[in-house]
């Protein structure tokens, strides 16, 4: 890894500002968890801070709030849910977490400088400032005088410039990657740098819109790109098929063209669904029929998965593949009837021991949890926006803005 990290840097008595991700999903009225899955990947960094005696000081946003305090985005819920997770960890000290009321200020200054070795302060969600997402260099410099050493561990944020991101390294040096982001940067690089082959790519979800560019950039380095979900039938029509009430961007259709085009050029293996599940309406009860998409799909249907033949061609692609990465699902999985072919992909991505596998965004890391396989995937990027901009090639400042070994 071209950064510092957490493991090259004396800890002990020093304030660490972690900048973590704790932008879970809470109820409606702000007061429960309802999934922590962002808290328990920033655990090991943490874990890591308090064994060697710092004193721990972290910062996440939450939700929207819109630059002014808004109790439905406090990050008072997630004190007790960290001091049960770090306390479930036998360790041979007690834990005490305490919480600031704002992430500046006197108070925060002053429980940060209360802080002993060994103990964490969590600071109130810092988009309760407009100042945060504007990257305002006094923000940031108030930010930085709370500690001595900068942490970032919030991979899902490192595609923004923000103070807590990238501002508040300006002021506070060494500025070094914890664990998560540490693992994000390694693997993912590794995958665009210097992947096992055979590579195979498989990008999904609605749009090719947002993943025009990460198709650009893989089909420079992957020996197979797969194409499933609603980005497909954009390509099929590329190809001269209609597709019914299918999602198609029609604005789209060249840069489809442009890719076949390309994987041609390249000798990219472009593999695109060959049959489909088609629905007679976007429902999770709809009816169904299976349909092959060298045909003109009927007018008033729409394909909402992918269909066995496809399946079976990505099970055998995956199967022989060294490096896998996978981002964005094959069909609307969230309808129990048309998510057979993520959870074909999911399970086969899973059944390869042999390969490195990498899966970014929301969606294909949900489809993987409830596949139950997520045990046995090498690596679930915890950042979608983020995870998507690495694979497109472009610098994230956040990931820049750190100090170099």
Wanted: hydrophobic content about 40%; overall charge negative.
């Amino acid at each position: 890894m071209p950064k510092l990290s957490i493991r090259d840097i004396e800890l002990a008595d020093k304030h660490v500002f972690i900048r973590v991700d704790f932008n879970v999903p809470l109820t409606e009225d702000g007061t429960e968890i309802t999934d922590d899955t962002r808290i328990i990947a920033t655990l090991p960094t943490i874990e890591y801070a308090l064994k060697h005696r710092a004193k721990v000081i972290l910062a996440s946003h939450l939700g929207r709030p819109k630059g002014k305090p808004n109790p439905k985005y406090s990050l008072r819920p997630i004190v007790d849910r960290l001091r049960e997770l770090l306390d479930k960890k036998e360790n041979d000290y007690n834990i005490n977490v305490g919480f600031a009321p704002d992430c500046i200020g006197e108070v925060a200054s002053e429980l940060a400088r209360q802080l002993e070795s060994g103990q964490v302060l969590l600071l109130e969600n810092l988009r309760y400032h407009a100042e945060e997402e504007a990257n305002d260099p006094h923000f940031s410099k108030s930010l930085a005088l709370l500690a001595e050493v900068y942490v970032n561990d919030a991979f899902g944020s490192a595609h923004r410039a923000h103070a807590s991101t990238e501002g508040i390294t300006h002021f506070l040096k060494p500025a070094v990657a914890g664990l998560l982001m540490e693992k994000e940067i390694t693997y993912l690089g590794k995958a665009l740098e210097n992947p096992e082959k055979p590579f195979v790519a498989i990008i999904g979800g609605s749009k090719i819109s947002g993943k025009i560019d990460v198709i650009d950039n893989l089909l420079d380095k992957v020996d197979t790109l797969v194409i499933v979900g609603g980005m497909a039938y954009t390509f099929q029509r590329a190809l001269g098929v209609t597709t019914g009430k299918s999602l198609v961007e029609e604005d789209k259709i060249d840069m489809a063209k442009a890719a076949i085009d390309k994987a041609k050029a390249k000798g990219v293996n472009l593999l695109l669904p060959v049959d489909n599940v088609l629905a007679d309406s976007f429902s999770p009860d709809a009816k169904t029929q299976p349909w092959d998409t060298s045909k003109n799909f009927p007018e008033d249907w729409q394909g909402l998965d992918i269909g066995p033949k496809s399946v079976a061609a990505i099970e055998a692609v995956v199967a022989t593949a060294k490096t896998i990465v996978w981002n964005g699902p094959a069909g609307v999985f969230e309808f129990p009837k048309f998510a057979v072919g993520t959870n074909a992909i999911a399970h086969a991505v899973a059944a390869n021991k042999t390969a490195i596998s990498i899966i970014g965004g929301g969606d294909s890391v949900s489809a993987i949890n409830q596949a139950g396989v997520a045990d046995q995937i090498t690596h679930i990027s915890t950042g979608g926006g983020a995870s998507l901009e690495f694979l497109e090639g472009k610098k994230l400042p956040g990931v820049e803005a750190l100090t170099d070994k």
